[in-house]
């Protein structure tokens, strides 16, 4: 797939209402973690970091889009076709 046709695809994503439900319970997921951290006192360290590290990554896919969005772009400024390489025309 060329930058272009993925720009759209991810495009087409975001408007989607897949990805609108998805964003809240990843949302929804991410206070949970959050909550759970803040009102246990007695949770373990390795616990805390479990739950640290999935709200780290639940952030990370929740910005997914924007990161391509912008990778993309930056291709599509450049040039670069779907095999990698820059087109001078």
């Known amino acids: 797939m060329n930058p ?3 720009l759209q695809a991810i ?3 975001e408007k989607s209402k897949g990805w609108t439900v998805m964003r809240k319970v ?4 991410i206070v949970s973690s959050a909550m759970a951290i803040a009102e246990s006192p ?3 360290l390795d616990e805390i970091n ?3 590290g999935s709200i780290f990554a639940a952030k990370a896919l929740l910005d997914l889009p924007q990161k391509l969005r912008s990778k993309y ?3 599509i400024a450049i040039g670069k076709d779907d095999t990698g390489t820059i087109n001078d025309t």
């Open 4 to 6: 272009k046709a993925s």
């Open 11 to 13: 495009d087409a994503l």
């Open 26 to 29: 990843m949302e929804e997921e």
């Open 42 to 44: 007695t949770m373990s």
């Open 50 to 52: 479990f739950r640290r």
């Open 73 to 75: 772009h930056a291709e």
